[in-house]
């Protein structure tokens, strides 16, 4: 790898490898997107949206907790701006993963960055975080390229899942019981989130605020339950610290 | 969807969609390389857990499918989930056990 400079040129060779380095790693999250996405198209769909609308939140959107949950509070017809704060709220992870990318994308060009940031998902943050961390030699080049690779087999399914949801959605009877598969979906990704114990503190308090302030009109209380929960997470994480430095 | 008219939808879904674009370019693309405070860090990094688990509460105690009453099948595959996402740290093997449990249960109480 020394014929390599750093700023951002290297052989075709090794993009190409990085680029299908990325699509290997990417494939095993079909398994996750698919029945994620036809989730999301059966839930809209029998929610009430047309195959536009549902279409167009996994075009311009493709973020399945944000989708999942704006159409939970469309359903409980709640006011539009707490509709879009607790979505965003629920996207400003993508904040953080895009702070995290700014050391190796900071200096590429804005459509490279432009397009990075759209595909930015959960699955393409972790797994192009974790390669540039195992490869630090790798040229702009190479991480765009790996990049692109991961993405390449989740994004566009993601559009396809959701169709097929879309197009199957209206013909499933009540009887399996759908209108409990949104909250299966939230509860799946809740579970591996709960890394350590200021991640269970946030969400304790985010439970328990939430349910005490129901009688609020709806989403007012999930913003104020949600808003002590990111305190709670981060003065616990300060208190096992400082706690673990005293004993050392 | 009653009570949102089809400009209000596509208003929702467009404003989602430019917020959203924004939160991902935001730091890579007006920061260049600057680092983020590790106060702010320390916020973003709960947020997740922060919103959902107050979002499904309630759908959990007071399901849509019921008309609001509480119902054993759906807690029980409500516990599934969250128990296997847990100790696997896999969100598809929580999925699938917890619509395993769902419909189990719903075949045994129901």
């Known amino acids: ?53 549902v279409m167009g939140f996994s075009v311009m ?13 469309m359903g409980d017809q709640a006011p539009v701006l707490l509709i879009l704060a607790a979505s965003l709220a629920v996207n400003l992870r993508m904040a953080m993963y895009s702070a995290a990318l700014t050391p190796h994308f900071g200096k590429a060009k ?19 975080a974790n390669e540039y961390e ?32 879309a197009l199957v959605g209206a013909k499933i009877p009540p009887e399996f019981a759908l209108d409990f598969a949104v909250p299966i979906t939230f509860l799946a990704m809740i579970g591996p989130a709960l890394r350590t114990l200021a991640h269970v503190a946030a969400a304790a308090v985010s439970v328990v605020g939430a349910l005490a302030l129901s009688f609020l009109p709806s989403g007012v209380g999930l913003m104020i339950a949600a808003v002590a929960a990111m305190v709670t997470g981060a003065q616990v994480e300060l208190w096992v610290a ?5 004993r050392e | 969807m009653n009570g949102y008219s089809d400009a209000l939808i596509w208003g929702i879904i467009i404003a989602l969609g430019i917020g959203t674009f924004f939160l991902r370019f935001s730091f890579m693309g007006f920061l260049g390389d600057r680092q983020l405070p590790e106060w702010a860090l320390r916020y973003l990094r709960y947020t997740p857990v922060a919103v ?56 045994l109480v129901g």
């Open chain 1, 1 to 53: 790898m020394s014929d390599m400079t750093a700023n951002g040129t290297a052989p075709k060779g090794t993009i190409r490898a990085a680029y299908w380095r990325g699509f290997r790693h990417g494939l095993p999250f079909l398994l996750v997107i698919m029945p994620f996405g036809l989730l999301f198209g059966v839930a809209a769909t029998s929610a009430g949206l047309d195959l536009a609308q």
């Open chain 1, 61 to 73: 959107v493709i973020a399945g907790a944000a989708q999942f949950t704006a159409l939970q509070l």
């Open chain 1, 110 to 128: 804005t459509w490279q960055k432009a397009l990075v940031a759209y595909f930015m998902v959960d699955q393409s943050y972790a797994m192009a």
């Open chain 1, 134 to 165: 195992a490869e630090p030699e790798m040229s702009r080049a190479e991480k765009l390229a790996y990049y692109a690779g991961v993405c390449t087999p989740i994004c566009p399914n993601w559009y396809v899942a959701t169709l097929l949801g």
């Open chain 1, 242 to 246: 400082r706690r673990k430095a005293v």
């Open chain 2, 52 to 107: 959902l688990p107050g979002l499904v509460a309630p759908l959990v105690l007071w399901p849509a499918g019921t008309g609001g009453e509480t119902d054993p099948a759906r807690m029980i595959a409500a516990f599934a989930t969250l128990g296997v996402g847990i100790a696997t740290r896999n969100t598809l093997w929580a999925i699938l056990s917890g619509l395993a449990a769902l419909y189990l249960s719903l075949w």
